[in-house]
């Protein structure tokens, strides 16, 4: 499977024993100001929304080929893969090949994204990196293929074609993995994720994308020192598998734990406020969310006049109660580079998402009488939007209304459907007869 991104991952699909990588501190402010919003230029909720995205479909079309003999291969161990994640299989010069250009030639080179230049791409990497095979989000392309897999058939099929198009087998299986879980064939090695929003390793990037949107977010303008530290962190990797490196903790579990609890939620409560006078719902609904946080304590006596300071316990509590177990000494010792990064985008992502709804629930219990008026509707509406916006979980693209059974919901993008690449809205198609124009 080919699909856009802008590839800011590289991810490994084996484990090993902890490298002397250079620690990034842990910057947490004991700021618990409510009205402190996240600096534009912060990627803690980026890094949380790509690593939570990894190897499912849609996130990775979203921001950014399928003769015929078939090949099937058994592995006689474990393969050393380097994952590039975003649509990094689809040859445009607009992005999804900037990571592999870094790594191959040292240098992001846009005029090579064809398909002329794949293979001494491949091979540049092959023979530099030290992995046994590439992950181009869903296409996996071997570096030798008599060493570490072993041929399992090799067959000559009927080549009439059951498709007016091949796109629809290309969607039929990709619509397999277009969510969470994902492809659960493959372990990524999350303690060796390096990510280019990472703002320690790749400082030069964070100008580049000052006012940009999402999707235009690339690895073209990275200074040579930043390649340097880029191309020394996947070198750095080491070569042994085994299965203790890091801390141990289960980061695609943690930050699915936090998607789980807010995604359904977060998108009720938009739906509440776009009906007038329903506030005093929106409120019910943001008790609910924030009630293991809220503190007997914060609201005993009740609170009055104009000041928050009452709710910041609960505020705290919200932010931390997720990784708080992380500030151990004992567990800040296991912590690679790449999991430092981890446990920042879990907590700048949980901060802002309490920040956002304690705002909202301080002014509820702050200023009841205005629950029940429509003053507020308006207000709050922006800042669920807004906070929606800012963590941009493609869980809430859908189709509206729902597809039939024999329908798909479709997510424009590579290597179809080009004219809809940048901004793409989903659609019912029909994979089955009688088919739907996809193109
Ligand atoms: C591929 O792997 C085989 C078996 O390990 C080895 O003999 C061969 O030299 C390798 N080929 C290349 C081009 O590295
Ligand atoms: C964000 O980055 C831009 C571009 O580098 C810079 O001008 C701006 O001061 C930064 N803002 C903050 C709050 O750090």
Request: hydrophobic share 40%.
């Amino acid at each position: 499977m080919k699909l856009k991104s802008w590839l800011r991952l590289l991810l490994l699909t084996v484990d090993s024993n902890a490298a002397q990588f250079n620690q990034v501190p842990l910057t947490f402010p004991d700021d618990w100001n409510l009205n402190t919003l996240p600096s534009p230029n912060a990627t803690g909720h980026l890094v949380f929304d790509t690593i939570s995205s990894l190897l499912q479909h849609w996130p990775n079309t979203r921001y950014h080929y399928v003769e015929c003999w078939i090949l099937t291969l058994v592995t006689t161990r474990p393969l050393r893969v380097l994952y590039f994640d975003g649509s990094s299989a689809t040859k445009m010069p607009d992005g999804p090949m900037d990571t592999q250009d870094l790594l191959a030639w040292g240098a992001v080179l846009p005029e090579r994204a064809t398909v002329e230049w794949e293979y001494e791409r491949l091979n540049r990497m092959c023979d530099t990196l030290g992995f046994d095979a590439m992950q181009l989000n869903f296409e996996v392309m071997l570096c030798n293929f008599t060493d570490g897999v072993q041929i399992q058939t090799f067959l000559r099929l009927e080549d009439e074609p059951r498709f007016p198009h091949h796109g629809y087998a290309f969607i039929h299986s990709s619509t397999w993995h277009d969510h969470h879980p994902g492809e659960t064939r493959i372990h990524l090695d999350l303690t060796y994720a390096i990510s280019l929003y990472d703002i320690a390793l790749a400082p030069s990037l964070v100008s580049s994308r000052y006012g940009q949107a999402r999707r235009d977010h690339r690895v073209l303008g990275i200074d040579e020192r930043d390649m340097a530290a880029v191309l020394a962190r996947v070198q750095a990797i080491p070569s042994h598998s085994s299965h203790c490196s890091g801390s141990g903790i289960d980061w695609r579990t943690l930050f699915q734990g936090l998607r789980d609890r807010y995604a359904t939620r977060l998108e009720v409560l938009r739906s509440v406020l776009v009906e007038d006078n329903s506030v005093q719902r929106a409120f019910v609904l943001i008790q609910t969310l924030l009630g293991p946080y809220r503190l007997h304590s914060a609201v005993v006596p009740p609170p009055s006049g104009s000041d928050t300071a009452f709710a910041v316990p609960v505020f705290r509590l919200c932010a931390t109660a997720h990784t708080l177990f992380a500030n151990s000494e004992s567990v800040q010792a296991t912590l690679t580079a790449s999991e430092h990064l981890l446990l920042t985008a879990a907590r700048e992502t949980n901060r802002e998402i309490c920040r956002t709804l304690v705002g909202m629930w301080a002014e509820g219990v702050r200023y009841p009488a205005s629950l029940s008026g429509s003053r507020l509707t308006g207000k709050w509406r922006s800042e669920v939007d807004r906070l929606m916006d800012w963590l941009g979980w493609s869980v809430w693209m859908k189709c509206r209304p729902a597809c039939a059974a024999d329908e798909s919901c479709y997510l424009p993008g590579g290597p179809f459907s080009m004219e809809e690449w940048n901004c793409p809205v989903p659609r019912c198609v029909r994979l089955f007869e009688p088919y739907s124009g996809i193109d």
